[in-house]
């Protein structure tokens, strides 16, 4: 296990369904991640927390709300979604981006995923 | 535009067998490249991270070369196993510290007894 825990592992949805995805590190970092894995294409990053603040927001619709009430948890709001946001959504954290990292790089750790089924 | 290229997008060999998967990046600057498996329904682990100074690492049977100057690298699974059958992914980081990292699309290798 990476300690990067994601629930639930599946879900499925209907388009004007509201649901939320839950993500939680016990690594002791201060940066989290949402990315979205389609089929055949690379992993879409979407949003960035770094210390509870939301640093990236990369163009996704509003439809996806997240949400950081602490360093350790990390919420992805789903409402009125397409049958198109059906993807395998990666939660990930690394140390903290304070301008250095010591080491040269952050290792970004992800959580297993949640499968997302929009009908 | 940053990409990054893997080759083959998928892969069939015997268990046992040794081979080797291929990654060409145009990112720019560099900093770092990682190569990550990727289990079916799963999150990707990392395998290796290599720095702009490093040019071969290995982790067990896995062996990561990099080449900065042609801005390619590989990953070597040397003696496979059933437990190989997975999705590699190579990503590179442009800059030391960020979390701006670009991702290949992978090779799904499949091991077969």
């Known amino acids: 296990e990476t300690g990067v825990t994601q629930t639930p592992r599946h879900l499925v949805m209907g388009m004007t369904n509201k649901k939320s995805l839950k993500c939680e590190q016990h690594?002791?970092?201060?940066?989290m991640y949402w990315y979205k894995q389609s089929a055949k294409k690379p992993l879409e990053l979407m949003f960035v927390?770094?210390?509870?603040?939301?640093?990236e927001n990369n163009s996704v619709p509003s439809r996806f709300s997240p949400e950081c009430p602490n360093s350790s948890h990390l919420f992805l709001h789903l409402h009125t979604l397409q049958p198109e946001d059906s993807a395998l959504y990666l939660c990930?954290?690394?140390?903290?981006?304070?301008?250095?990292?010591?080491?040269?790089?952050?290792?970004?750790?992800f959580g297993p995923g949640t499968r997302l089924t929009v009908l | 535009k940053n990409q990054v290229e893997q080759s083959p997008q998928s892969l069939i060999i015997l268990e046992g067998k040794n081979c080797t998967l291929q990654?060409?990046?145009?990112?720019?600057?560099?900093?770092?490249l990682r190569w990550y498996k990727q289990d079916t329904g799963r999150g990707p682990v990392s395998l290796t991270i290599?720095?702009?100074?490093?040019n071969t690492k290995s982790n067990g049977r896995y062996t990561a070369t990099l080449d900065a100057d042609t801005k390619q690298s590989s990953l070597h699974i040397t003696a496979s196993q059933l437990s190989d059958s997975a999705s590699y992914i190579c990503?590179?980081?442009?800059?030391?510290?960020?979390?701006?990292?670009?991702f290949g699309k992978g090779t799904k290798l499949s091991v077969i007894p």
């Open positions: 990930a954290s690394s140390q903290g981006h304070s301008g250095t990292s010591g080491r040269g790089y952050n290792e970004q750790f």
């Open positions: 690594l002791g970092h201060n940066a």
């Open positions: 927390y770094n210390f509870k603040e939301q640093t």
């Open positions: 990654c060409n990046y145009t990112v720019s600057p560099f900093s770092n």
């Open positions: 290599m720095t702009f100074s490093e």
């Open positions: 990503v590179v980081s442009a800059r030391a510290g960020s979390y701006q990292l670009t």
